[in-house]
């Protein structure tokens, strides 16, 4: 069955970003995909030291990392939302990206030229979800997402970007809000041949 697992960077509970990945899962589930959901928030992940370790023996941390590793192996797709952070992703989000750096594996290419590619072996396509508070910068965190995705052997092929959420009525209780984000769900999950 397709796994689809929601990845929560907000602190923030049953707000802007929870409930909008909800809202895709909920299209994911629609669509006959089996869903699961984590709050990295509520995961001890702690910083990465940097200690170049690539060789295939994992990362010198074991903490709440683990359970993000086994659904990076597990799942066919990811559901990725952060709130907006001082122009990028929140440091829960970050902590998660900085600890995929162990599953970046050197190899060298015909041509002698030195590249990476994952040890996650189950390739993945991901929606990235983003909340701002402002209405400045929309796609301020795409970036990051895409230049982490090869790492964990990930295409990001759709995003719900949201700004202005502190300027008036909530995202969360926007009906078009929600509604986009469970037909983009239902719409994912179908992109896998569902
Ligand atoms: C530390 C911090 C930094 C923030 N920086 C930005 C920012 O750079 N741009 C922006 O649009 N909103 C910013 N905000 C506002 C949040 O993105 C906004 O409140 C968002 O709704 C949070 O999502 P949530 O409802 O899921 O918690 C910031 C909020 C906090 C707490």
New binding site residues.
């Given amino acids: 069955m397709l796994q689809i697992a929601g990845i929560v960077a907000?602190?923030?509970r049953r707000?802007?970003?929870?409930t909008l990945v909800q809202k895709i899962l909920d299209g994911c589930q629609k669509a006959g995909a089996s869903v699961s959901k984590v709050y990295l928030n509520d995961l001890d992940i702690r910083p990465c030291q940097s200690c170049k370790v690539q060789d295939g023996a994992g990362c010198i941390h074991q903490d709440g990392m683990e359970a993000i590793y086994e659904i990076f192996e597990k799942a066919d797709g990811l559901v990725l939302g952060t709130?907006?952070?001082?122009?990028t992703v929140s440091s829960q989000m970050k902590l998660m990206m900085d600890r995929s750096y162990c599953l970046a594996r050197p190899i060298t290419l015909p041509s002698g030229k030195r590249a990476y590619e994952s040890a996650v072996k189950k390739r993945k396509k991901g929606i990235v979800v983003s909340?701002?508070?402002?209405?400045?910068?929309p796609e301020c965190v795409l970036p990051v997402f895409n230049l982490w995705a090869p790492e964990v052997n990930l295409e990001i092929v759709d995003s719900v970007l949201i700004?202005r959420?502190?300027l008036g009525k909530?995202p969360?209780e926007s009906p078009d809000f929600l509604g986009g984000a469970f037909l983009k769900g239902e719409k994912f999950a179908h992109s896998f041949g569902f």
């Fill in positions: 907000s602190p923030r707000m802007n970003t929870d709130p907006v952070y001082y122009n909340v701002g508070g402002s209405g400045a910068n700004t959420a502190l909530p969360m």
